[in-house]
């Protein structure tokens, strides 16, 4: 299992759009993908979920994953999440 934080950066948070690059992001691939607010565990494969985590400019989240691809996942999730959401 990896985890590294990440602080979203985007203006607007992670509404509808941005919630749904974020699941395209994790579905590419095959670990799972999980995202930590608030004590909450989200699954970043589920646009509903990462909707209902409503995370807004400026929270400090963590992605958690495990499985084969985990290291990649986690970076490429951190990056998107800090620099990929308009």
Known sequence: ???KKAIVK???GIHARPALSVVK???KFKSEVLIVKGGN???AKSIVAIM????VKNDEITIKTTGVDEEAA???MVKLIEEGLA
């Open 1 to 3: 299992m990896m985890e």
């Open 10 to 12: 985007s203006e607007t």
């Open 25 to 27: 992001e994790a579905s």
């Open 41 to 43: 565990e989200y699954n």
């Open 52 to 55: 209902c985590m409503a995370a």
């Open 74 to 76: 986690a970076i490429a």
